[in-house]
């Protein structure tokens, strides 16, 4: 049988990856978003936007000139025309303030089409890739941070596509006009004068506010570092109980936000001093020009309405440069949080489909271990060599003390890692060369510790197979003799099971989680301790009822307890990551060997030998 050999490296962390991606990066993640090759409608609503914000934009342009020549026409000499000009500028004056606004609300109606579906399938694309993301990953990073730089992510793009897009273009290009206009109609000493107050106030803005990301970089990793304690609390409510340690948990949590304090006391000084100098430079720049138009009036160089223009001009520009100013801040913190989120996008999954991997297909459902080596750290080996075959119907049971492998090799199956040496195989297909989909869809499992969503116990069971039919989750939940007791519930299946199940006891949960891999109806089984949780009695009767699911299935125990897989066809005794020992269970007794003596250990623990369940009988 062909060998492949790999020696995978751990995948960059998350702190590595969030190193290497940038504010260009986060906007670059966008474009597909809201200029989709495949949607002309989007495409068609983006090109509308932009027209209806060049439209507002001219129109806003126009007021002021309006409002200076219906100036003009009121000073004194012009009294005659009263009658008919300044009535035709002022309704002039008036249609180009109401067009402004009706042009910027419809680009705001046209492009929420768009704002809002990219934040969807951004969102869902983070959300998907995580779910693509190994294993390894998972168990390193913290559900609460994750949870939160999704959320910020999501609450930014929305940030970005309103004050980028709407605000930031639209307010250079009327800046731009304004210089144009003024120095047309006046000298360029007008221009430059508004030129030179713009250009300050934008790089002192751009200085101060990049100078302010480190704060705001403290401010969210503090946030998440306080919400991860406090998700981490909530989730192990019991624990905290069991031990008395609320005290101990509010500390934690005060010293996580009394960070967060520090770092926002931080952020708001120096947003003061922002807002400060920034109020400077416009008050200044206003004073200058103010100035040079007043002694353009007294040269006679300029008229009333002249000046009257220069000072709409300038508080008019005003409003959207003080605004300029908070829009940027906003940008520049939606930046980070998109950063945050669009860095997952750039983790590697370390366990990938290759390019055209076909669906696994099942022949008959055998399965081989072919010399499989692995460690989750490269310098500290797990499994060494291990190989052994589950014929097609057949039941294999894996035993042995803790920290010999056994759950890796259950892992191993599942994909969630790739082997470093040797393969795994079923009906002869390495399962690194099919489909991960395909390849989970085929195994049905029942762990040691099993963990239900926050549902009904209906959802539960149909997670099995979403598409079954009440019936069949009926059904399944009879053949995991858990049907009468939901039926006993006050709400029947519709019963929430509560956070990661809580509401159910330990062999309730366990029932439910059997009942959902009956429902999957695999060809492959892998039990995982998969009756631990259950009395004796109860045991009994659930493995009675496995023995029947698995008749014709292959079938891999992992146990501990040794009494529950006496009846496999082949035991395997497992020991640092080896097999040391293989056989059937008299077999292995009568060598006396690692088997033999971890039986006399159990049994001596026990009061007298317990009764033999049947669920693992050869068929």
Same mark, same amino acid.
């Given at each position: ?47 509308? @936007? $932009?027209?209806?914000? +060049?439209?507002?934009? #001219?129109?806003?342009?126009? /007021?002021?000139?309006?409002?200076? !020549?219906?100036? %003009? ?90 004050? @980028? $897009?709407?605000?930031? +273009?639209?307010?250079? #290009?009327?800046?731009?006009? /304004?210089?144009?206009?003024?120095? !047309?109609?006046? %000298? ?99 004073? #200058? ?331």
């Amino acid at each position: 049988m062909r060998r492949r050999t790999s020696n995978p490296s751990p995948a960059p962390s998350y702190a590595e990856a969030a190193s290497s991606t940038g504010d260009m990066a986060a906007l670059r993640s966008l474009v597909p978003y809201l200029w989709p090759h495949d949607s002309f409608e989007t495409k068609l609503r983006v090109v509308v @936007a $932009l027209i209806l914000l +060049v439209g507002a934009k #001219v129109a806003n342009v126009w /007021v002021p000139l309006f409002y200076k !020549r219906a100036v %003009d026409a009121l000073s004194p000499g012009d009294a005659g025309a009263l009658v008919t000009i300044p009535l035709g500028l002022i309704v002039a004056y008036g249609l180009a303030r109401v067009m402004s606004l009706v042009f910027a609300e419809l680009r705001d109606a046209v492009f929420a089409n768009v704002a809002q579906r990219t934040i969807r399938k951004v969102a869902l694309s983070v959300f998907q890739h995580l779910h693509a993301l190994s294993l390894r990953f998972h168990l390193e990073r913290q559900t609460g941070g994750l949870t939160r730089s999704l959320e910020r992510g999501t609450r930014a793009i929305e940030t970005l596509l309103r004050y @980028a $897009l709407f605000s930031i +273009v639209p307010t250079l #290009v009327e800046i731009t006009l /304004v210089c144009v206009i003024l120095w !047309r109609m006046f %000298d360029g000493w007008f221009a430059l004068a508004t030129f030179v107050t713009v250009g300050s106030y934008i790089a002192y803005t751009f200085f101060v506010s990049e100078w302010r990301i480190q704060f705001r970089r403290a401010m969210n990793e503090t946030d998440n570092k306080a919400n991860t304690k406090a998700v981490d609390s909530l989730l192990n409510y019991e624990t905290v109980k069991y031990f008395g340690n609320e005290g101990h948990e509010a500390r934690r949590y005060d010293q996580a936000l009394a960070s967060y304090e520090q770092a926002a006391v931080k952020s708001q000084r120096s947003l003061s001093l922002l807002n400060i100098g920034q109020s400077a430079i416009i008050s200044l720049g206003l004073a #200058v020009v103010m100035g040079m138009a007043a002694r353009g009036i007294v040269n006679g160089t300029m008229t009333l309405g002249d000046f009257v223009l220069v000072n709409t001009y300038l508080l008019q520009l005003y409003q959207p440069l003080n605004f300029f100013g908070v829009v940027y801040r906003e940008i520049k913190q939606a930046l980070i949080d998109v950063e945050s989120m669009v860095t997952l996008l750039s983790v590697d999954r370390e366990v990938a489909d290759r390019p055209g991997a076909p669906p696994l297909a099942i022949t008959g459902g055998e399965l081989r271990f072919d010399g499989v080596e692995f460690g989750y750290d490269p310098r500290r080996p797990i499994l060494k060599g291990v190989s052994f075959t589950v014929p097609a119907g057949r039941t294999v049971a894996i035993v042995g003390p803790s920290g010999a492998g056994k759950s890796t090799i259950g892992r191993l199956l599942f994909r969630f890692y790739d082997v470093s040496g040797g393969g795994i195989l079923i009906d002869g297909q390495d399962i690194r060369e099919v489909t991960q989909q395909s390849l989970r869809g085929a195994i049905g499992i029942v762990p040691q510790d099993t963990v239900l969503f926050n549902d009904t116990v209906y959802y539960n069971i149909a997670y099995g197979r979403p598409g079954a039919s009440p019936a069949e989750v009926e059904q399944a939940a009879r053949l995991a003799h858990i049907h009468n007791f939901i039926m006993a519930l006050p709400d029947g299946y519709e019963t929430t099971v509560g956070e990661r199940g809580l509401k159910l006891s330990g062999g309730e949960k366990q029932r439910v989680a059997i009942a959902r891999t009956i429902l999957k109806n695999p060809a492959i089984l892998l039990f995982d301790e998969a009756t631990s949780a259950l009395d004796t009695h109860t045991e009994r009767e659930i493995q009675a009822n496995l023995r029947e699911v698995s008749r014709g299935r292959t079938t891999l125990v992992i146990a501990h307890r040794l009494s529950t897989v006496i009846d496999a066809d082949e035991i395997l005794v497992m020991e640092a990551g080896r097999v040391i020992e293989r056989g059937r269970h008299m077999e292995l007794l009568s060598r006396g060997g690692a088997y033999a003596a971890l039986w006399a250990r159990q049994q001596e623990s026990s009061q007298g030998p317990e009764p033999v369940p049947e669920v693992l009988a050869p068929t």
